[in-house]
């Protein structure tokens, strides 16, 4: 049986005289996305409930997000690093409403190409709120960014050096550093970032060529579980510093870059690394440095929830045993919002939106729509038994997620998404 919730869908135009934390959310956001008021606090579930009842076509697959979430980490952002100014990194999840949301709170943003510069100016923020954060960037590209007056880039490669000086003499350079990515879950360091090395090497390069280098970023991989890695490569960054000093360069911007937790648990924490590394910072570099960094998945990890259909099933006998095995079928999957599975090394949880009065737990896999056995989301978990037509519904699915969505066999590769706050 399918609860009835009492779901308000009361929006801004009702709600903006009644609830001032409302009012922190832009309102052409509140109008162009129909951004529901839950001031009532009702769970994501009752919510996940009320959309199926009025909302969702044919059993379509659909988000509900909540920008009270993102909300709720700009101010967890700025109460424990105060100095630090953020570039949400939107290729984390380039929803425009999350963007303007942001970008109405004072956020700035790292993108990094030509189409994600392009998103941001065209959300109306000016180009001096933007690093384009690609150490590696196409000529084509360099050439927007500098007919969009985006001036902030990083580079960490002779190379691209060269490249820069050809195409964007003026730009504002930050050098990007090799770290220690070995306790981040997705390892960036094989691809970018200036061994220590070659930093005074490309400095002194950099100066001959006459380019503006400013400063200083540094990524220590996605999924960060480690305070010590930011900390290690704050210390680097600051010994290239004093490299600039000896070159005689004036460096004014470290750049902490991404690797933030989207959710604080027994594992990692945000506020642990903020603690860590406040006084370093605060040590090493004074108070004219501006730092900023880039976090991604720390803004929308936990503001995005998914509900898939079962559409089909089957029921197998596990070899040894004997025992039910149940095969669902979902109308998403690898290929769309759960890539994160594959590229971000994550394991979404499945919970059952409507459970049954029947609690026997049987061995269950759950399968994408695509004819690919690899979409595949969860295999051998317990879950009751379910039926064609039931929900599935998975938290913290803001990252990393529809942002790689492919159409791949026809199927749909964006979900309706139904804001809240
Ligand atoms: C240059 C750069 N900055 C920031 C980020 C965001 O990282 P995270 O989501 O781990 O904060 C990424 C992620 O790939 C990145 O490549």
């Given amino acids: 049986m399918i609860e009835t919730a009492s779901y308000s869908t009361q929006t801004q135009s009702s709600a903006e005289s009644s609830s001032s934390s ?86 700035n943003f790292d993108c990094a190409s030509k189409a994600e510069i392009q998103q941001i100016l065209g959300c109306g923020v000016s180009p001096d709120r933007i690093i384009y954060a690609n150490p590696c960037k196409m000529k084509s590209h360099i050439e927007y960014a500098k007919a969009s007056n985006v001036e902030l880039m990083t580079f960490d490669n002779s190379h691209e050096l060269i490249k820069i000086s ?37 400095l002194k390069l950099a100066k001959d060529l006459n380019l503006n280098v400013c400063g200083v970023s540094f990524h220590v991989g996605s999924g960060c579980m480690s305070a010590d890695s930011f900390v290690s490569a704050i210390r680097s960054a600051h010994r290239v510093f004093k490299e600039a000093e000896e070159l005689g360069l004036t460096f004014n911007m470290l750049d902490l870059g991404g690797g933030w937790p989207g959710s604080n648990n027994e594992r990692i924490d945000f506020r642990v690394i903020a603690n860590a590394i406040r006084p370093v910072i605060d040590d090493l570099f004074p108070a004219e440095i501006e730092v900023i960094a880039e976090p991604g998945r720390f803004f929308v990890f936990e503001s995005h929830t998914l509900a898939v259909n079962v559409f089909a099933k089957r029921t197998v006998q596990e070899p040894t045993t004997g025992d039910k095995h149940f095969l669902y079928y979902v109308n998403d999957g690898v290929y769309q919002s759960f890539n994160c599975i594959l590229f971000d090394h994550y394991t979404p949880t499945a919970s059952v939106l409507i459970p049954g ?16 056995s690899m979409d595949c989301i969860g295999k051998d978990i317990s879950l009751p038994e379910l039926h064609v037509g039931d929900w599935l519904y998975f938290k913290n699915m803001g990252a990393y997620s529809v942002a790689a969505a492919s159409p791949f066999n026809g199927f749909k590769s964006h979900p309706t998404t139904f804001y809240m706050y």
Avoid: M
């Fill in 22 to 107: 409302t009012s922190v959310i832009p309102r052409d956001v509140l109008h162009k996305y129909e951004v529901e008021n839950n001031s009532n606090n009702l769970s994501v579930e009752t919510i996940l409930r009320s959309k199926i009842n009025e909302a969702v076509v044919e059993n379509e697959a659909f988000y509900v997000v909540d920008l009270g979430a993102v909300v709720r980490k700009h101010q967890e952002w700025t109460a424990h690093l105060p100095r630090v100014k953020p570039f949400y990194a939107i290729k984390c999840n380039p929803d425009t409403a999350i963007i303007k949301l942001l970008a109405s709170l004072g956020t």
């Fill in 166 to 202: 050809e195409n964007y003499r003026n730009a504002k350079l930050l050098l990007r550093i090799i770290t220690d990515d070995s306790k981040s879950v997705c390892r960036f360091s094989t691809k970018f970032g200036a061994p220590l090395d070659t930093t005074y090497g490309l």
């Fill in 357 to 372: 009065e029947d609690n026997t737990q049987y061995k269950s896999t759950i399968f994408g729509p695509t004819c690919d």
